[in-house]
């Protein structure tokens, strides 16, 4: 094993201070340093003569002042869920876009969307909205609806072409996120759902540290059957109990292919280990359902259209309609304010 050219970072430093970056320093740490962010840097007795004394000094401390922010403009989100996978391909946007569709099926509730895949946003294109931008007022930043009850955050919005790649570093996406939620005029809203990129780093330690006083009602894993996915899958459950973020469930997505003509069913993810239930028993977390594989979602993502809509009968449908329930009921609600009675 290659050795490790930096001191590995505490977890539990990581987790409370996700967005504070070193301070550059001229010297070497001397032997008694109290460290660069400790509320003493700059003026312990050992930092008498150190060419950093200064710049430990001012290094920034302390709860960010944005927090309480933060959590007034969040206090008219009712439930606020994160979409997580660990590992990318699984198809955790598309699910959160199925997901949003079948919380706006019912007219009562209002959804919203912050998608915080700063370098690959495709909520935009799978919503039907790739093209429009954000209107700002003296209010804040108007999320794009796509529905009367169904609004979209994305850095898409932002950028003059949308094949323009995002290159930034991880302090500017933390900023971006912090926008989405400090200056983003949410409102009142039902559901607030955050679809996250693939891994546990910058983007995941800025919503958990910025979510963390408005409350986060917990995370929904989305995997596929096979153990290539389940690896990162089982990283990302233990980042959700270290951030002390409640899994609500495990999804197994692409969980089979219904042939929308004969309905055979075939495997073209084998579960070599059990799959996404097998996990959910041995990570000991709810297991909240299995949706097949429909290339009539891939189309309906592709053209910005709601498959509840276009396809309510199909196999997935009824799949997604279950999961739905599961996670309310993980949330403590009640079945008719997730969905229209039938």
């Known amino acids: 094993m290659a050795p490790s050219l930096e001191a590995p970072e505490s977890v539990q430093d990581v987790l409370s201070n996700p967005l504070k970056s070193a301070p550059k320093l001229v010297a070497p740490e001397p032997e008694h340093c109290p460290g660069p962010e400790s509320e003493t840097a700059g003026k312990a007795d050992s930092c008498a003569g150190c060419p950093n004394q200064a710049i430990c000094a001012s290094a920034p401390k302390g709860p960010d002042p944005d927090?309480?922010?933060?959590?007034?403009?969040?206090?008219?989100?009712?439930?606020?869920?994160?979409?997580?996978?660990?590992?990318?391909?699984?198809?955790?946007?598309?699910?959160?876009?199925?997901?949003?569709?079948?919380f706006a099926t019912?007219?009562?509730?209002?959804?919203?969307?912050?998608?915080t895949d700063i370098c690959g946003p495709s909520i935009p294109k799978m919503m039907g909205v790739e093209e429009e931008t954000i209107h700002v007022s003296g209010a804040g930043w108007s999320p794009v609806w796509v529905m009367e009850n169904l609004g979209v955050m994305s850095v898409q919005f932002m950028l003059p072409n949308r094949n323009d790649a995002v290159i930034w570093r991880g302090p500017k996406k933390n900023g971006l996120i912090k926008q989405f939620l400090k200056d983003v005029e949410w409102g009142e809203m039902d559901f607030l759902l955050v679809d996250t990129p693939p891994g546990t780093s910058d983007e995941h330690l800025s919503v958990n540290s910025f979510l963390k006083e408005s409350g986060v009602d917990g995370a929904v894993v989305v995997t596929t059957p096979?153990?290539?996915?389940?690896?990162?899958?089982?990283k990302e459950i233990d980042f959700c109990r270290k951030a002390g973020i409640k899994v609500l469930g495990i999804v197994e997505n692409m969980s089979g292919f219904v042939c929308p003509k004969c309905t055979h069913q075939s495997q073209i993810f084998q579960a070599t280990t059990g799959g996404g239930r097998a996990l959910a028993k041995e990570m000991k977390i709810p297991f909240l359902?299995?949706?097949?594989?429909?290339?009539?979602?891939?189309?309906?993502?592709?053209?910005?259209?709601?498959?509840?809509?276009?396809?309510?009968d199909s196999p997935a449908c009824t799949a997604l309609r279950e999961v739905v329930k599961r996670v309310g009921e993980e949330m403590g609600l009640k079945p008719e304010t997730l969905l229209p009675e039938d």
Request: one cysteine or more.
């Open 67 to 102: 927090i309480p922010a933060i959590t007034a403009r969040l206090s008219g989100v009712k439930h606020k869920v994160l979409i997580l996978s660990g590992k990318g391909g699984v198809g955790k946007s598309t699910f959160t876009t199925l997901l949003a569709h079948a």
């Open 106 to 115: 019912n007219p009562e509730n209002t959804v919203g969307i912050m998608d």
């Open 226 to 234: 096979q153990e290539v996915a389940l690896l990162d899958v089982r």
């Open 289 to 312: 359902g299995a949706v097949p594989l429909d290339p009539r979602i891939g189309m309906a993502c592709d053209y910005g259209e709601s498959f509840f809509d276009a396809w309510p």
